[in-house]
């Protein structure tokens, strides 16, 4: 069996694509996947599966999700070693010194974070921002709904990623190893 974390974007934001948890778990439970938790209320999901692609378990859950629930909201996976990966490559860890102001860009696609590194080059300051190889890294000093790097790489980004702060990075990573 392989530990997965589902990553699902924009819902239960304000009013729209409201997802309960209970019924999100009872969706996965349905679809074969074992020891399935969430966590918040924001989309996040750690479950295993015996078999598959994260690609493939993103699209199924996806679709899944739109056809049981109603909502259609983007879905990505990742494998509990790509969390821990994307936890230990760490870039910004000297000038990041706020969880709740760190960001962590997930990506189906890990090839997908190098159309971001353009975005890398630029200062930023007192704001900061990296592309790792499993992840992209945003610092928000000042906080992230003003902050000018996340609107800058949420636009890049799109619909390919969907962004988690560093504490919730580390509560999935902890979850993902905590199987049944």
């Not at 948890?21 to 020891?35: C, F, G, I, K, V």
């Not at 996040?44 to 259609?72: C, M, R, W, Y």
């Not at 190889?133 to 619909?159: D, F, M, P, T």
Request: with cysteine; net charge positive.
């Amino acid at each position: 069996m392989t530990r997965l974390v589902a990553l699902l974007r924009g819902i239960n934001v304000g009013k729209a694509k409201r997802v309960a948890m209970a019924d999100l778990r009872e969706l996965l439970a349905s679809m074969a996947y074992t020891d399935v938790r969430t966590l918040l209320n924001s989309g996040n999901v750690v479950f295993s599966a015996a078999k598959g692609t994260p690609k493939a378990h993103a699209q199924k859950i996806k679709d899944g999700i739109e056809s049981q629930l109603g909502v259609s909201c983007a879905v990505v996976v990742k494998t509990a070693a790509d969390i821990a990966s994307a936890i230990a490559e760490h870039p910004l860890k000297k000038s990041a010194n706020d969880p709740s102001r760190l960001l962590v860009l997930f990506t189906q696609d890990d090839s997908s974070l190098a159309s971001l590194a353009k975005h890398a080059e630029q200062d930023w300051q007192p704001e900061a921002f990296a592309v790792g190889k499993h992840a992209a890294y945003l610092w928000c000093a000042n906080g992230i709904i003003e902050s000018q790097v996340a609107k800058a790489v949420g636009r890049a980004a799109g619909e390919h990623g969907t962004t988690r702060n560093w504490a919730t990075v580390e509560k999935l990573h902890a979850l993902a190893q905590d199987a049944g």
